[in-house]
């Protein structure tokens, strides 16, 4: 599961320095707040280390970063799927400025909005950026437990006429160790196996 957020990221951000954008390049949506801003300090870093900008909009987004980010919006669009869904419905957003020239969206944890309403309504928001972008948008799903990877593959595609494809990294098997300690202080015995168990998996 590690690692996956950079493995989609990085090779589109990438693509948005051989071809910066007019506008938002990519939307980044994660199902929760507590995510975005997690994923926000990372992605954050990444961005700046490359000379891009990443804007978060949520709900307490204050508004004057709001205005300022529809009068000069920056290359990676991080939000919830209903903040994307109230900026596109608001009057005051000019979509067609924001997301011309829009490239991918990328969809963290997508096991938690497929098949619900809530995926529904963003699906429908997807199809509608689809339609302002001049691109097929390239639309990527994040997720390490995905029970049915090509039914979501199939819902996430929609309309588009790209080929699409289910990334499944092989797992490394965990390493299994079997310790015995003989202590007679059971307190020692205590201390002793909190700090082996440390950072570990543990029984």
Avoid: C
Avoid at 119 to 132: D, P, T
Avoid at 147 to 156: C, E, Q, S, T
Wanted: proline letters at 6%; hydrophobic letters at 40%.
């Amino acid at each position: 599961a590690g690692g996956k957020t950079e493995a989609s990221m990085f090779p589109l951000l990438s693509q948005l320095i051989d071809y910066p954008p007019l506008g938002v390049g990519i939307v980044y949506v994660a199902p929760i707040k507590a995510l975005l801003n997690n994923q926000s300090e990372r992605l954050g870093l990444y961005t700046e280390m490359i000379g891009l900008k990443r804007f978060v909009w949520h709900g307490d987004t204050d508004t004057y970063a709001r205005r300022k980010f529809r009068k000069e919006p920056v290359e990676l669009l991080m939000t919830t799927p209903e903040s994307l869904e109230v900026m596109l419905v608001s009057p005051q957003v000019d979509e067609y400025k924001l997301f011309r020239d829009l490239r991918a969206v990328v969809i963290d944890e997508i096991h938690a909005l497929a098949g619900t309403d809530r995926g529904a309504h963003l699906m429908s928001v997807i199809e509608r950026l689809a339609r302002v972008s001049r691109h097929d948008l390239q639309r990527v799903g994040l997720s390490a437990t995905v029970g049915n990877p090509d039914a979501i593959l199939a819902w996430l595609q929609g309309t588009s006429a790209r080929g699409g494809r289910v990334v499944d990294p092989p797992k490394q098997p965990a390493r299994r160790q079997l310790l015995i300690v003989h202590r007679p202080d059971l307190p020692q015995l205590a201390t002793d196996a909190a700090r082996m168990a440390k950072g570990q998996k543990s029984l």
